[in-house]
């Protein structure tokens, strides 16, 4: 079997099941309180040198890990970096690069450097949090709320260009002190909601057109992922916007004013 075949979920479910991983449930790994979590980013498949700036380059690198502790409830502590560059890079750019991870006000704290005939960029992100609510507990009569709108970076990925993820650290933090279960939408509303529904054994109801829009987007754009909001399972919504809720059940079932819908979602060895 190809990893086309058995695709990105997939695999990692076979490490698990083989025991050859452990604890990859979560967005993030918690070690002795320490919550800490890694990305990687590879020109050609996250990003285009031709449709992104080295300053933005450097804020997505670093805010698609601090997505994860925001899922994890956590204060972030440092980021580790390290990244692979070809030779003839220019210095200002990959001083740009390291301007745009500042910006983000997460101290860089070590990592590496190394040669590469294409831009790759490992950052690991390391924080602490006090609850870290994870993918399995939702439960039947919990309702789903996203901390912001859906669907930009489908949008601008069809004008050839990126947006830069938000930081939701703080909101995190505050659903993470009730929240059932919780993820961010990096590889499409659908999929990602399917992660809380296989982990908790419950049903996900979700009500498209409750789902908040970004400025230009389609529905169709929230199957394309990347967005780097918050999806939480909660009791009671507590101002952020609510989407679906929890039933019953298994699996996952988008509903565009009570009509099945069906979404694609980001998977890195299939073409979906």
């Given amino acids: 079997m190809r990893l086309s075949e058995l695709g990105e979920f997939?695999?990692?479910?076979?490490?698990?099941?083989?025991?050859?991983?452990?604890?990859?449930?979560?967005?993030?790994?918690?070690?002795?309180?320490?919550?800490?979590?890694?990305?990687a980013l590879v020109e050609g498949v996250h990003f285009r040198l031709d449709w992104i700036s080295w300053?933005?380059?450097?804020?997505?690198?670093?805010?698609?890990?601090?997505?994860d502790l925001a899922a994890s409830g956590a204060v972030p502590d440092g980021l580790v970096v390290s990244v692979a560059l070809p030779p003839d890079t220019a210095?200002?750019?990959?001083?740009?690069?390291?301007?745009?991870?500042?910006?983000?006000?997460?101290?860089?704290v070590g990592g590496d450097t190394s040669r590469s005939e294409h831009v790759t960029l490992s950052v690991t992100a390391v924080g602490h949090s006090c609850r870290i609510p994870g993918r399995g507990g939702a439960r039947p009569g919990d309702r789903l709320v996203v901390t912001g709108p859906l669907g930009a970076a489908g949008a601008a990925f069809r004008e050839q260009r990126y947006v830069r993820p938000p930081l939701r650290l703080e909101e995190g933090r505050e659903l993470a002190a009730h929240a059932t279960a919780m993820l961010d939408v990096s590889d499409g509303l659908g999929p990602?909601?399917?992660?809380?529904?296989?982990?908790?054994?419950?049903?996900?109801?979700?009500?498209?057109e409750q789902v908040p829009l970004a400025a230009?987007?389609?529905?169709?754009?929230?199957?394309f992922g990347e967005d780097y909001e918050l999806l939480a399972a909660v009791s009671e919504p507590v101002g952020f916007h609510e989407i679906g809720r929890c039933e019953e059940g298994n699996g996952v079932e988008l509903l565009h004013h009570g009509e099945p819908m069906t979404l694609p979602g980001w998977d890195h060895f299939r073409d979906v």
């Fill in 10 to 39: 997939g695999l990692v479910a076979e490490l698990e099941r083989r025991g050859l991983v452990h604890g990859v449930e979560n967005d993030a790994a918690e070690l002795a309180g320490v919550v800490v979590t890694q990305d």
């Fill in 55 to 67: 300053p933005d380059l450097g804020w997505r690198a670093a805010a698609v890990n601090l997505s």
């Fill in 216 to 223: 230009g987007a389609s529905l169709e754009d929230l199957g």
């Fill in 192 to 208: 990602d909601a399917g992660h809380i529904a296989e982990r908790s054994g419950c049903r996900l109801v979700v009500d498209l």
């Fill in 91 to 108: 210095v200002a750019d990959v001083l740009a690069l390291y301007e745009g991870i500042a910006e983000t006000q997460v101290p860089v």
